[in-house]
């Protein structure tokens, strides 16, 4: 009979026995979709490369649907050596140049028929979520989305990327996006350091299923490792950050060269702030150059010495 069906589909006592487990305290939850979204350059590839690298260390099976990096892009990470070469059974690397199908069919033949414990221990990164569907389209978002949820019922942990909408405060596209993921993460790029190779991002909370918190993350991008950092600390150098970007936009302005007293003054800063102060130094040979004549400093952006 056809309640026979029913029956054998009804939740009982012990299937609520399960809780939720992280792979990374607070930040990535097991069996769940996880959403991440921000402009473009603020390092989410390189975050989810990186994440997949530490996943497959563990043991995970990971499995990276790249549909977004070029090649050459890849390359210059060296994500062969580092990925492939060092995990070659816990990590397949799945590229756009190799697929001999459209991504929206390859996602229906991961998820169609996923059922049971199929994707226990599995993570799957999908970058991005747009080459995958019309993330603007309702009815086709809802219908890959339907996909990723009958994976992670199947015991999939995923994490796709996204981009942000044009004026950067939220995700693009539909709101199936939002109702059919567990948790969502902006992603800020907080600093960066050319000489240590590594990148620290800030992820904020934007929906949360799993009792996420705010994460901070510094990238060793030579070697694709990750640790985490205080996120207080870490949302300070977005202070830095902006007055980088002022000092930039005041140096691109002028007409002229511009002293340090007269620089200070056009970011709104004292010529006697000591922090300030030291920012100008921090970065002089970065963003920008300083000469000193008679005592006096002055400046220009870097590009235009």
Not at 116 to 145: C, P, W
Not at 206 to 225: H, P, W
Not at 250 to 268: F, W
Request: hydrophobic content about 40%.
């Amino acid at each position: 009979m056809s309640i026979d069906i029913i029956r054998n589909m009804t939740l009982t006592g012990g299937d609520f026995n399960e809780q939720t487990e992280f792979i990374i305290d607070d930040f990535i939850a097991e069996k769940m979709i996880t959403l991440i979204y921000a402009d473009g350059g603020n390092g989410k590839s390189l975050l989810t490369q990186t994440l997949a690298n530490n996943f497959a260390s563990k043991g995970y099976q990971v499995v990276y649907l790249d549909f977004d990096n070029p090649m050459s892009v890849l390359n210059e990470r060296n994500i062969y050596d580092m990925m492939g070469n060092h995990h070659p059974e816990q990590l397949k690397y799945v590229h756009r140049s190799k697929c001999n199908m459209q991504p929206e069919m390859l996602l229906h033949m991961l998820g169609d028929s996923a059922c049971g414990d199929d994707y226990k221990d599995h993570v799957f990164f999908i970058d991005s979520l747009r080459n995958f569907m019309n993330v603007k389209n309702d009815a086709q978002t809802l219908e890959m989305l339907t996909v990723l949820m009958n994976m992670r019922e199947a015991g999939a942990t995923i994490v796709a990327l996204h981009h942000s909408n044009k004026d950067g405060k939220n995700y693009e596209g539909s709101n199936n996006i939002r109702n059919s993921v567990d948790n969502i993460f902006q992603l800020r790029k907080v600093a960066s350091s050319l000489k240590h190779n590594t990148l620290d991002l800030v992820l904020h909370v934007r929906k949360d299923r799993a009792s996420i918190k705010e994460t901070a993350v510094r990238i060793d991008a030579k070697n694709l490792t990750l640790s985490q950092l205080d996120v207080t600390e870490a949302l300070m150098t977005e202070e830095v950050e902006e007055f980088a970007h002022e000092v930039k936009q005041a140096l691109q302005e002028s007409e002229d060269v511009l002293n340090k007293t007269d620089l200070l003054k056009a970011v709104g800063r004292k010529k006697d702030d000591k922090t300030a102060r030291r920012w100008l130094d921090q970065f002089d040979g970065v963003f920008w150059k300083s000469t000193k004549q008679g005592g006096v400093y002055t400046y220009q952006l870097l590009d235009a010495a």
